[in-house]
């Protein structure tokens, strides 16, 4: 089609004239003129099917006719006319009464050329129909690509509404419901009262794999594991399915259905996802643990159902359990829990930590050879807290380091009072947690600081204490303890391997380690007198501490008959409660007569 870049000349023009002689005369002409691309038709019904076939830039139409005239010609061309076009004719007509020349207008003509044709007016009316041909059609591009470009955008736009939709709902990594769509789901089947489980996945293995194969395989195996999910479940339950992330390696299934799944069933299911998988160059089998919760059984509202399966999921980990399923005694214990992590932080504060001191006693003499110092809590609310509750608190919260560094000068500063109140004093012991070393060696500080630093505030000498250590705590780091161990022995500071016999109990490091002593656990001990097994282990132990020159302490002692068992193997030294049971600073001040002298 013409458009005002193209010249005239180059004009499709289609010539409709019954009249063959009037037909090559106006090719005559217009070929004269320099038009070069001129047709020609002598039917009316010929050149409706030549318009309809090929594109023309101007008609030249006759009205007088054969068959369908001029008049019939423009009413079928108009009805193939797009929506805001107009019909390029000029009327052919030897006419000039007002009517023909109305009609002609009516039908769509926009201008007329008479008989006999004058080829100045011919080639001028031409010329001049052409150029606002040629305006309308760049008008009429404009306009097309105009409604290409809105149509274009209105399609983006609802793609991008669609993408928005997805993205709203879906991880973009994953491609799975997102937390939005598992918290909607949830709502939309606890308003129906339909029955709701709840099973909260962590999957382990997720950062090996981002750290072997990168973020795109573990997010590829979280998908893979959430797909497998939903699919096992929908092939055991009619109800709806939903699986999907919840956190970095956390997924969320959530099946809503007329009656609870059989745990059983959820369980089975979550296995099968669990199944054998293939991201890039390796081959895993993953493994999780998982977190259930029943609704309306566990509760009856979103925030409290994904709060208890959360909890549990946790406790669940704690545990090192595959599977969990909720109990009003894990919330009740964690409320527990929180009150005492937020205790330890003002505990010290307020004075609500003190020491007791447990005898250590020479089996054969029944004198007194020592204390150990042990911490107690008083909480104002909960009452006296278990050391076996409190110490791992306060190891996972970071406060251990303060506390053994608390206990340490307390103790000491005991044995300064009673050294200044009798003028002597037997060594007391103070337990050195496995996070509490680890936690001073971060810290910048060292336990020979700590010690150093605890002794020359009282004005003793290192032989007024004694460090016990568990095994634990030496095989995290044996070379560094074994350092840190020589330097205390330096010092004069005694050191005991706490609960011997129930760790790594390796004679390799024993031999290596600078210990003077190694302590029995008490599980070992009790009812030692009438357990041949025991007896053996017993004796196991205490050959291997007169064998590297080391004390055998004996904790837990509770009846005459394993106390005096023990004396017979050849145990020197005893502590429990067939003596004294742990006692406040001055209750144990009253014992200083019965030291060894």
Same mark, same amino acid.
């Given at each position: 089609?013409?458009? +005002?870049?193209?010249?005239?000349?180059?004009?499709?023009?289609?010539?409709?004239?019954?009249?063959?002689?009037?037909?090559?005369?106006?090719?005559?002409?217009?070929?004269?003129?320099?038009?070069?691309?001129? &047709?020609?038709?002598?039917?009316?019904?010929?050149?409706?099917?030549?318009?309809?076939?090929?594109?023309?830039?101007?008609?030249?139409?006759?009205?007088?006719?054969?068959?369908?005239?001029?008049?019939?010609?423009? *009413?079928?061309?108009?009805? @193939?006319?797009?929506?805001?076009?107009?019909?390029?004719?000029?009327?052919?007509?030897?006419?000039?009464?007002?009517?023909?020349?109305?009609?002609?207008?009516?039908?769509?003509?926009?201008?007329?050329?008479?008989?006999?044709?004058?080829?100045?007016?011919?080639?001028?009316?031409?010329?001049?129909?052409?150029?606002?041909?040629?305006?309308?059609?760049?008008?009429?591009? *404009?306009?097309?690509?105009?409604?290409?470009?809105?149509?274009?955008?209105?399609?983006?736009?609802?793609?991008?509404?669609?993408?928005?939709?997805?993205?709203?709902?879906? @991880?973009?990594?994953?491609?799975?419901?997102?937390?939005?769509?598992?918290?909607?789901?949830?709502?939309?089947?606890?308003?129906?009262?339909?029955?709701?489980?709840?099973?909260?996945?962590?999957?382990?293995?997720?950062?090996?794999?981002?750290?072997?194969?990168?973020?795109?395989?573990?997010?590829?195996?979280?998908?893979?594991?959430?797909?497998?999910?939903?699919?096992?479940?929908?092939?055991?339950?009619?109800?709806?399915?939903?699986?999907?992330?919840?956190?970095?390696?956390?997924?969320?299934?959530?099946?809503?259905?007329?009656?609870?799944?059989?745990?059983?069933?959820?369980?089975?299911?979550?296995?099968?996802?669990?199944?054998?998988?293939?991201?890039?160059? #390796?081959?895993?089998?993953?493994?999780?643990?998982?977190?259930?919760?029943? &609704?309306?059984?566990?509760?009856?509202?979103?925030?409290?159902?994904?709060?208890?399966?959360?909890?549990?999921?946790?406790?669940?980990?704690?545990?090192?359990?595959?599977?969990?399923?909720?109990?009003?005694?894990?919330?009740?214990?964690? *409320?527990?829990?929180?009150?005492?992590? #937020?205790?330890?932080?003002?505990? *010290?504060?307020? @004075?609500?930590?003190?020491?007791?001191?447990?005898?250590? !006693?020479?089996?054969?003499?029944?004198?007194?050879?020592?204390?150990?110092?042990?911490?107690?809590?008083?909480?104002?609310?909960?009452?006296?807290?278990? +050391?076996?509750?409190?110490?791992?608190?306060?190891?996972?919260?970071?406060?251990?380091?303060?506390?053994?560094?608390?206990?340490?000068?307390?103790?000491?500063?005991?044995?300064?009072?009673?050294?200044?109140?009798?003028?002597?004093?037997? +060594? !007391?012991?103070?337990?050195?947690?496995?996070?509490?070393?680890?936690?001073?060696?971060?810290?910048?500080?060292?336990?020979?600081?700590?010690?150093?630093?605890?002794?020359?505030?009282?004005?003793?000498?290192?032989?007024?204490?004694?460090?016990?250590?568990?095994?634990?705590?030496?095989?995290? @780091?044996?070379?560094?303890?074994?350092?840190?161990?020589?330097?205390?022995? &330096?010092?004069?500071?005694?050191?005991?391997?706490?609960?011997?016999?129930?760790?790594?109990?390796?004679?390799? #490091?024993?031999?290596?380690?600078?210990?003077?002593?190694?302590?029995?656990?008490?599980?070992?001990?009790?009812?030692?007198?009438?357990?041949?097994?025991?007896?053996?282990?017993?004796?196991?132990?205490?050959?291997?501490?007169?064998?590297?020159?080391?004390?055998?302490?004996?904790?837990?002692?509770?009846?005459?008959?394993?106390?005096?068992?023990? &004396?017979?193997?050849?145990?020197? !030294?005893?502590?429990?409660?067939?003596?004294?049971?742990?006692?406040?600073?001055?209750?144990?001040?009253?014992?200083?007569?019965?030291?060894?002298?």
């Amino acid at each position: 089609m013409i458009t +005002p870049a193209d010249s005239p000349r180059d004009a499709r023009i289609l010539i409709v004239d019954d009249n063959r002689m009037n037909v090559d005369l106006l090719g005559a002409i217009l070929e004269g003129a320099g038009f070069r691309d001129v &047709a020609s038709e002598t039917s009316g019904e010929r050149a409706v099917e030549r318009w309809r076939e090929e594109p023309f830039d101007l008609v030249l139409l006759d009205i007088r006719m054969p068959g369908i005239d001029g008049h019939e010609v423009m *009413r079928q061309l108009n009805g @193939d006319l797009a929506e805001g076009d107009w019909l390029p004719v000029i009327v052919l007509t030897a006419q000039i009464d007002p009517q023909t020349r109305e009609q002609a207008l009516a039908a769509g003509a926009l201008d007329f050329i008479t008989k006999p044709f004058n080829t100045t007016e011919v080639v001028q009316r031409i010329d001049n129909l052409l150029r606002v041909r040629a305006l309308h059609n760049a008008a009429h591009d *404009r306009a097309e690509d105009l409604s290409r470009s809105l149509a274009d955008r209105v399609r983006t736009l609802q793609r991008t509404e669609q993408d928005l939709e997805h993205l709203a709902h879906h @991880d973009p990594a994953t491609g799975l419901p997102n937390r939005h769509s598992l918290l909607r789901f949830i709502d939309g089947t606890i308003e129906t009262g339909s029955a709701l489980d709840l099973v909260m996945v962590h999957v382990r293995g997720h950062e090996a794999v981002e750290r072997l194969e990168g973020y795109a395989a573990a997010d590829l195996m979280l998908r893979e594991i959430g797909q497998r999910l939903r699919l096992a479940l929908e092939d055991q339950t009619p109800g709806r399915v939903l699986c999907g992330i919840w956190g970095s390696s956390t997924l969320l299934l959530a099946v809503a259905s007329s009656e609870s799944i059989a745990t059983s069933t959820l369980q089975d299911c979550l296995d099968a996802s669990m199944a054998h998988l293939r991201l890039g160059r #390796y081959e895993i089998t993953p493994s999780a643990s998982a977190g259930h919760v029943r &609704a309306p059984d566990h509760g009856r509202d979103t925030e409290e159902l994904i709060r208890r399966v959360s909890l549990t999921l946790a406790k669940g980990e704690r545990r090192g359990s595959e599977w969990l399923s909720f109990d009003p005694v894990l919330e009740q214990a964690a *409320r527990r829990r929180h009150q005492l992590e #937020y205790g330890l932080t003002v505990a *010290r504060e307020q @004075d609500q930590f003190h020491l007791l001191y447990q005898p250590k !006693i020479e089996l054969a003499s029944g004198c007194l050879v020592g204390f150990e110092a042990l911490m107690r809590w008083e909480h104002p609310r909960l009452g006296l807290i278990s +050391p076996a509750e409190f110490i791992p608190l306060a190891e996972n919260t970071g406060r251990i380091a303060e506390l053994g560094e608390w206990a340490l000068h307390e103790a000491l500063a005991a044995a300064r009072r009673w050294r200044e109140a009798s003028g002597h004093c037997p +060594p !007391i012991a103070v337990n050195v947690s496995t996070q509490q070393f680890a936690a001073l060696t971060r810290s910048g500080r060292s336990l020979v600081d700590a010690v150093e630093s605890a002794l020359k505030a009282n004005g003793l000498n290192g032989s007024a204490l004694e460090i016990e250590i568990t095994e634990t705590a030496v095989m995290h @780091d044996v070379d560094a303890a074994v350092e840190e161990l020589r330097a205390l022995r &330096a010092l004069g500071v005694s050191i005991a391997i706490d609960d011997f016999g129930t760790g790594y109990s390796s004679l390799a #490091y024993l031999r290596r380690l600078p210990v003077t002593a190694i302590k029995i656990d008490r599980s070992l001990i009790d009812g030692v007198s009438a357990n041949p097994s025991m007896d053996t282990l017993a004796r196991a132990i205490l050959s291997v501490g007169r064998g590297f020159g080391l004390t055998t302490v004996a904790e837990g002692i509770e009846t005459e008959a394993d106390a005096r068992h023990l &004396a017979k193997l050849g145990c020197p !030294i005893g502590q429990g409660y067939l003596y004294h049971r742990p006692l406040a600073e001055t209750d144990a001040s009253g014992l200083l007569g019965r030291a060894c002298a």
